[in-house]
C-alpha cells in the first residue's frame, strides 16, 4: 500500500468545510454542427399522415396519432407522427423515407424535464423551441429511400399512333409491373381519393407476390370495370399518391391494367361467375347499360336480384363505347369485360329507348325498384350563327360514328372546339382519320383546361395545335369550306367570386377556313323521361337524388352517373353504380319485411 | 327602334322612373307566366329566381324615386359579351337551363339597348343621365346572367 492510499481518506476530510458547488447544465452549450440529427421538426401542412416514417422506424419508436385541428380529407389522412424517446434511436431512416420532406430533425440536443412523459411528442404540433430550427438533418435528393421514378408505359410513338385506331399503349410486361408495384408504401392515402375505394395497396401487393387471382378479386369487390378502368381511369388516386409529392406517382392505373391483362382468359373461372349467386325476390328495372348502369347490375346479381337492362344502343357500354375512342380502349377488351358482367344472368333489352319505346311509369309498375343511368349523351350546341351549317358537327355524336366503325372523311382541315376530354377524344380521332391539320379553339387558358394533362401532351405530340384565347362568333359556307369568323379573348379582373373570365378583344376579330368544325364544348342529360313518373329533374337536367342513397322523390326510382352528377368520369359512375345497388338492396328488402309484416 | 319607341316622351324623371318600373314588371311577369308553363320543375325553379331578381330591380327604381342613388358605378361592370353573339330565340315550355339563360341573357339586352336609344334620343341632359344609369344597371344584369352562362354552360369551354 502506497502513502497516498494511507493518507487519501484524511484529504477527504477537508470537503466537510467547503460549501455545496451544484452545476446546474453539466454540460457546456454548444450548438449542434449544421446537419446534426437532434430532435425532430415536421411541416404539418406537408406531412400528409401517410405512417411512412412508422412504418419504417425499427424502435417502434413512431405512432400516428390524430390531431384536434388537422382533418382528414383527399390526400391526408388528418393523422400526424408522435415520437417517443425513450425509444428513437436517431438513426434519421423516418426523415430519409418520408415522401414529402416534411419530417427533418433540428440541431438541438438539449432537453431537460421532469416530466418523462414529454419525451412523447409530436414534432410540429407540440409547441417546442427547436420547431422552427432551420438547422439540422434533412432529407436530400441523394439519401431519399424511395424510387421516384415511375417504370414507363411503353406506348406507341407518335407518328406512328397518329394514323392508327389500333390501342397506343401495349402495357407492362412481368418485369416492369413488379418493379412499378415495388415503389408503392401501402399508405392507403390512395384508397379515400378511388370514388370507388379500390383497395389499391392490396392489389399492388398481390402483384409482387405474383398472386393475380386474388389481386383480381380484390378489384372485382368494387370495380366490375377494371379492365377499362386500367386504360382510361381519371385516377384521382395518382393524384394523391404520397410518392407524387416529391417524385412521379405510382402508375396505379397501369397496373390495374396489368391485372387484368394477365388474367383475362381465366376471368369468369377466377371469380366464379354465375356460381352460387345467392337468390333473392325482387327485380330491378335498369335504364341505361353504361358504366354506372352495368355496375349496378353486377352488384344487384351478386345480392341475388332479377336485373334487367334497357339500352337504347344494339350494344352496351355507354360512354366507355360510344364516347371514348378504340386507341384509348379497344372495343374486343370493352365486349369481353361487359360480357363478365352479363355471364351473371343480367338480362338486356336492347334498341329500346326508355321514355318513348316504354314510358318510365310503365317499368315503375312492373318492377320493385328502377335505377336511372342514361348518363349526359347529348352535345352541348354553341348558339351562334351558322351552328347548323352542313360540316358543323356535335363532338359527342361524332365519336358515337367512330365507335360503330365509320371513318368520315372530315377534309384537310379540322377545327375543334372545347378543352375537356371530349375535345381531346375529338381532336386526335380527326388526326387518325386523315385530317393534315387539327386546331383546338379553347376560349379561356391552358392552365383552365379541363382535359386530363396526359390527353393534352398525348394530342400534341400526334399534332395538334392549340389556340387558347379564342373563340369562334360566327359560322358560314363559303364555296366547300367553312368560314368561321372568330375573336380573340383576353382575361379580366378577378371579379368578385376570384375568377379571371375571358373578355373579348375588341378589334381582335380574324376570319379562318375548315373543312369541318367540331363542337366539344360540353354535354348535357336528356331527362324528358322524368316526368312520367314525377321525378324531379334539376335545372341542369339532372336527376335530382338524395346524395346519400340516390334515390330520387319517387320511392324506389334511383339515379346515378352522369345523368346524375353532371358530366364526369368513369369511375364516377362507376362509384354510383354499387352504392345504387347497395342502397336498391336495402330498399327491396325493407319493402319486402313490411309486405311480410303488414299480411 | 320600333314606331311605338319613337313616339315615347319623357318630360320628367319621374316619368321615365315609371316607365322603367313597368318595364321591370313586364320582364318579372313574364318570367312568372312561363314558371307556370314549362313542365321541368328545375327550370320553374330557374324562371322564378329571374322574376324575383325582376323584383328586385323593381324595387331598386321605386328606391331611386323615392330619393336613393343608384349603386352601380360606370366602369364597375366588366361586359363579357357572351351574348352579343347569341342567336335569337323565343322561350319554349320544354327550354332548357341553356336556352332560358339564353332567353334571359336577350331581354337584358333588349332593355340595355333601349335605355342607350332612349340616352341618345333624349335632348334633356338630366334624363340623359338618368337613361344611361338605367343602361348601366341593366349591363349589371346582363353580367350576372352571362355570368351563370360562363359557369355553368360554358364548363368546357
Redesign the interface.
Known amino acids: 500500500m502506497s502513502l497516498k492510499d494511507i493518507l487519501s481518506p484524511f484529504s477527504a476530510w477537508k470537503r466537510t468545510l467547503e460549501k455545496p458547488y451544484t452545476v446546474k447544465k453539466p454540460i457546456e452549450e454548444r450548438e449542434g454542427a449544421d446537419r446534426y440529427r437532434g430532435f425532430h421538426v415536421n411541416d404539418i401542412e406537408k406531412c400528409i399522415g401517410c405512417g411512412t416514417c412508422e412504418e419504417i422506424c425499427q424502435n417502434e419508436a413512431i405512432d400516428m396519432v390524430p390531431v384536434n385541428f388537422i382533418h382528414a380529407g383527399k390526400g391526408d389522412s388528418g393523422l400526424r407522427p408522435q415520437i417517443d424517446y425513450g425509444r428513437c434511436c436517431w438513426c434519421a431512416l423516418c426523415v430519409d423515407v418520408c415522401p414529402t420532406g416534411s419530417l427533418g430533425m433540428s440541431n438541438d440536443y438539449i432537453w431537460v424535464t421532469s416530466d418523462p412523459q414529454e419525451w412523447v411528442f409530436k414534432p410540429g404540433v407540440d409547441d417546442k423551441i427547436w420547431k422552427d430550427d432551420d438547422k439540422g438533418y434533412r432529407r436530400s435528393d441523394e439519401a431519399w429511400l424511395l424510387d421516384p421514378k415511375l417504370t414507363p408505359m411503353p406506348v406507341m410513338e407518335p407518328d406512328v399512333r397518329k394514323n392508327t385506331f389500333d390501342e397506343m399503349a401495349y402495357g407492362y410486361e412481368v418485369v416492369m409491373a413488379v418493379e412499378e408495384a415495388s415503389r408503392c408504401l401501402e399508405c392507403g392515402i390512395c384508397i379515400d381519393a378511388c370514388p370507388t375505394h379500390m383497395d389499391i395497396p392490396e392489389y399492388i401487393k398481390a402483384i409482387r407476390e405474383n398472386r393475380l387471382e386474388d389481386g383480381l378479386k380484390i378489384l372485382y369487390d368494387t370495380n366490375p370495370f377494371s379492365e377499362s378502368c386500367g386504360r382510361v381511369c381519371t385516377a384521382h388516386c395518382q393524384d394523391v399518391c404520397a410518392l407524387g409529392h416529391n417524385g412521379d406517382p405510382i402508375a396505379i392505373r397501369w397496373l390495374k391494367r396489368y391485372i387484368t391483362d394477365q388474367t383475362a382468359e381465366k376471368r369468369n373461372e377466377i371469380l366464379r361467375i354465375g356460381k352460387s349467386l345467392p337468390q333473392k325476390e325482387g327485380t330491378v328495372g335498369i335504364i341505361g347499360g353504361g358504366p354506372a348502369g352495368l355496375t349496378a347490375a353486377f352488384y344487384l346479381r351478386n345480392y341475388g336480384y332479377h336485373v334487367v337492362v334497357y339500352e337504347q344502343h344494339d350494344k352496351l357500354g355507354g360512354m366507355l363505347r360510344y364516347g371514348i375512342p378504340q386507341y384509348r380502349l379497344p372495343k374486343e377488351v370493352l365486349d369481353r369485360e361487359i360480357q363478365t358482367i352479363l355471364d351473371t344472368g343480367v338480362e338486356v333489352k336492347y334498341n329500346t329507348t326508355v321514355g318513348k319505346d316504354i314510358s318510365l311509369k310503365e317499368l315503375k309498375e312492373q318492377y320493385d325498384a328502377l335505377f336511372i343511368s342514361v348518363g349526359a349523351q347529348i352535345g352541348?350546341q354553341?348558339?351562334?350563327?351558322g351552328?347548323d351549317t352542313p360540316g358543323v358537327l356535335v363532338g359527342l355524336e361524332f365519336l358515337d360514328k367512330i365507335a360503330e366503325g365509320q371513318r368520315p372523311d372530315l377534309g384537310e382541315r379540322v377545327i375543334v372546339?372545347?378543352?375537356?376530354n371530349?375535345?381531346m377524344d375529338v381532336c386526335r380521332s380527326s388526326m387518325r382519320l386523315g385530317a393534315k391539320e387539327v386546331f383546338v379553339y379553347?376560349?379561356?387558358t391552358e392552365a383552365e383546361m379541363?382535359a386530363n394533362d396526359e390527353e393534352i401532351e398525348e394530342a400534341k405530340e400526334e399534332g395538334v395545335k392549340f389556340e387558347f384565347l379564342t373563340?369562334p362568333?360566327?359560322i358560314s359556307k363559303q364555296g366547300d369550306r367553312l368560314k368561321i369568323e372568330c375573336i380573340r379573348m383576353q382575361l379580366?379582373?378577378p371579379?368578385a367570386t376570384g375568377r379571371r373570365?375571358?373578355?373579348?378583344i375588341e378589334g381582335s376579330e380574324f376570319t379562318v377556313e375548315a373543312d369541318t368544325v367540331i363542337m366539344?364544348?360540353?354535354q348535357?342529360v336528356d331527362?324528358?323521361m322524368?316526368?312520367q313518373a314525377e321525378v324531379?329533374?334539376?335545372?341542369?337536367?339532372t336527376f335530382?337524388v338524395d346524395p346519400d342513397t340516390l334515390q330520387t322523390n319517387v320511392k324506389g326510382i334511383f339515379a346515378g352517373g352522369d345523368c346524375e352528377l353532371g358530366?364526369d368520369d368513369a369511375i364516377h359512375a362507376i362509384a354510383d353504380g354499387k352504392k345504387a345497388a347497395y342502397f336498391i338492396d336495402k330498399y327491396i328488402s325493407k319493402k319486402g319485411k313490411h309486405h311480410a309484416e303488414t299480411k | 327602334m320600333s314606331e311605338s319607341l319613337n313616339n315615347l316622351r319623357f318630360d320628367s324623371i319621374d316619368q321615365v322612373l315609371d316607365f322603367a318600373v313597368t318595364k321591370e314588371e313586364e320582364a318579372r311577369d313574364f318570367y312568372l307566366e312561363w314558371a307556370q308553363k314549362v313542365k321541368n320543375m328545375g327550370i320553374r325553379e330557374v324562371l322564378d329566381e329571374f322574376a324575383a331578381e325582376e323584383q328586385k330591380h323593381k324595387d331598386m327604381i321605386l328606391n331611386v324615386k323615392a330619393g336613393g342613388a343608384f349603386k352601380t358605378k360606370p366602369g364597375e361592370i366588366i361586359d363579357l359579351k357572351i351574348g352579343d353573339y347569341f342567336v335569337t330565340i323565343d322561350p319554349d315550355e320544354k327550354m332548357t337551363y341553356q336556352e332560358a339563360l339564353q332567353v334571359a341573357i336577350q331581354r337584358e339586352m333588349g332593355a340595355q339597348e333601349l335605355y342607350r336609344y332612349l340616352q341618345q334620343r333624349s335632348n334633356e341632359a338630366t334624363l340623359k343621365s338618368l337613361f344611361e344609369k338605367l343602361a348601366l344597371e341593366e349591363s349589371k344584369h346582363k353580367r350576372r346572367l352571362e355570368q351563370l352562362f360562363d359557369e355553368d354552360i360554358l364548363i368546357e369551354n
Open positions: 352541348t354553341m348558339p351562334i350563327e351552328i372546339v372545347g378543352g375537356g371530349t375535345a379553347y376560349r379561356r379541363p373563340t362568333t360566327k379580366g379582373e371579379d373570365r375571358p373578355i373579348p366539344a364544348i360540353g348535357k331527362s324528358s322524368a316526368e324531379k329533374a334539376t335545372r341542369w337536367g335530382a358530366p
